[in-house]
């Protein structure tokens, strides 16, 4: 088996989608991380990680437009099958989803803003790191790979298990500062307006919610982690 590098690898597709919270933990678990900005950084050579997250994307996975999508792929592939494990957040859920032979479909019921999870299967792994309410921003679904375990789920699949990896839609790491910034974006106005929300209401929820969310999001990265390194 190829050498761990015993670094957990981050990989982020834009400026106003960063770790967030997930940074924050990492640093003070003293855990070596590496950050890779898809749209200015070079992928690093493969090696075997302790662990990768994929973060969210406004591009689908659907329509592969950006010059990182496919080499991004490949390399994730690639991950999985030197036994990396995945942790993909929203589109690196669906990406991990694809990759494991599951599929990604537009949805009819786009998500944003705050949502409630409780799992399905309590005793499945991972499950009651994704209890909790939970910010959401997506407009594409999951089919589950096969032998994938499903942990939670509304209109959509809300996270999943298969194996060591673990996808969920919906986005621990953000900020209460990254939805504030997020609110004031025209295009993220107008996504909150197509499903009949208010920025004002996110905002006020965020206001309620995100020291709880945040302490969540911490469960969550050290349930992921210790099953990894299980």
């Known amino acids: 088996m190829m050498r761990n590098d015993g670094r957990v690898l981050v990989l982020q597709h834009q400026d106003d989608d960063p770790p967030g919270n ?74 991990l989803a694809q990759i ?3 599929a990604v479909h537009r949805s009819s019921q786009p998500e944003h803003g705050w949502t409630e999870i409780t799992p399905v299967h309590p005793e499945a792994p991972f499950a009651e790191a994704v209890r909790g309410c939970w910010f959401e921003w997506h407009e594409d679904g999951i089919s589950l790979p096969p032998h994938a375990t499903l942990i939670a789920e509304n209109q959509h699949v809300q996270a999943f298990g298969h194996g060591r990896h673990l996808g969920v839609q919906f986005h621990p ?36 919610l995100h020291r709880s969310a945040e302490q969540a999001a911490r469960r969550l990265y050290r349930a992921f982690l210790d099953g990894a390194d299980g």
Do not use: N
């Open 100 to 102: 494991l032979g599951g």
């Open 173 to 208: 790491e953000i900020t209460s500062g990254l939805i504030h910034a997020w609110m004031v974006s025209e295009r993220r106005q107008r996504k909150v307006a197509k499903v009949g929300g208010r920025p004002e209401q996110i905002l006020e929820a965020t206001h309620t």
């Open 22 to 95: 997930l940074a924050l933990w990492l640093d003070d678990e003293g855990i070596d991380w590496q950050l890779v900005d898809l749209a200015a950084d070079e992928l690093p050579p493969l090696a075997r990680h302790r662990a990768l997250v994929v973060l969210g994307s406004r591009e689908s996975v659907l329509d592969p437009v950006e010059p990182w999508a496919l080499p991004e792929r490949a390399f994730v592939r690639a991950q999985t099958k030197m036994g990396t494990p995945v942790l993909g957040i929203c589109y690196g859920a669906q990406l």
